[in-house]
């Protein structure tokens, strides 16, 4: 018998000064099985990131053809293709065939060297861009995993705070490679 999905629901406040986008969001969450408390919350940091009325959660990792996040046009086009970890480089190269761009949030302690390794093969994909969020920060955002969750994301000059009622945690979100390059 194979396991479910956990369900999570999250009250999301975003108020990003730095694309000028403020807005309230019910978000449901369906963690998989062998996902971790810090990939479901990286995927929540990466919505509050990229927060826009038509971008929805995938089906992750039960479905190898779709992404962590999408945000469609109304005809169905995919706008912006959003992948969280340390995605494989041919996935992401096909992901920029079919979206008009591309984000990947790597993370965690192992996400330089997966980032050293990939970063020659990435770099025809002129429509990617790639963010690094430190380890320490992943961490501290998984902690805030709770079944119910109200969450406050804040965007200043670049700066992110990410936080519950309870806690607030600063994350420098670094790019790695970014798509309006030469």
């Not at 990003?16 to 998989?32: C, F, K, M, V």
């Not at 959660?57 to 779709?66: H, I, N, P, Q, V």
């Not at 992404?67 to 469609?72: E, K, M, N, S, T």
């Not at 995993?145 to 804040?154: G, H, P, Y």
Request: aromatic share 8%; net charge positive; with cysteine.
């Amino acid at each position: 018998m194979a396991l479910k999905a956990t369900i999570f629901k999250a009250g999301l406040q975003v108020s990003d000064i730095d694309r000028n986008y403020y807005g309230q969001h019910a978000l449901t969450l369906a963690r998989h099985p062998s996902e971790t408390d810090e990939r479901m919350m990286m995927r929540v940091l990466a919505f509050a990131l990229n927060a826009h009325e038509h971008l929805e959660f995938g089906k992750g990792l039960s479905a190898a053809d779709e992404p962590d996040l999408w945000q469609r046009d109304l005809t169905g086009r995919i706008v912006h293709w959003i992948d969280i970890g340390q995605p494989e480089d041919r996935r992401l190269v096909r992901a920029s065939g079919r979206a008009e761009q591309v984000t990947v949030y790597a993370y965690g302690n192992k996400a330089e060297l997966w980032w050293k390794a990939n970063a020659d093969r990435l770099k025809r994909a002129k429509n990617l861009r790639v963010w690094r969020v430190p380890g320490d920060a992943s961490a501290a955002v998984g902690k805030f995993a709770e079944r119910a969750m109200q969450l406050q994301c804040m965007v200043q000059e670049g700066q992110v705070w990410f936080g519950s009622t309870a806690h607030t945690v600063q994350i420098e979100v670094r790019a790695l490679q970014s798509a309006d390059r030469a």
